[in-house]
């Protein structure tokens, strides 16, 4: 008689509020085209649940104060 046991590596990603609010802290300037453009991107992908990609739009978001763009 063997048993099996089932390994699975998916695991589901559940990450703190606090964290992500940490990873989506940023401030859109007023006026600036690419700024508006990524903040409504980073609330439609925070609104689906993709926590990295929302978390891109917001890095580039911060870009702004460093001259990206
Ligand atoms: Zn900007």
Do not use: Y
């Not at 990873?23 to 990295?52: F, H, M, Q, S, Y």
């Amino acid at each position: 008689m063997t048993m099996r046991h089932k390994a699975t590596q998916e695991q589901p990603v559940d990450l703190p509020v606090g964290f992500n609010a940490l990873l989506l802290d940023c401030a859109p300037v007023p006026g600036c085209a690419t700024c508006r453009t990524e903040w409504r991107n980073l609330k439609t992908a925070e609104g689906a649940g993709e926590i990295w990609q929302a978390a891109d739009h917001a890095t580039k978001i911060r870009d702004h104060a460093s001259g990206c763009h």
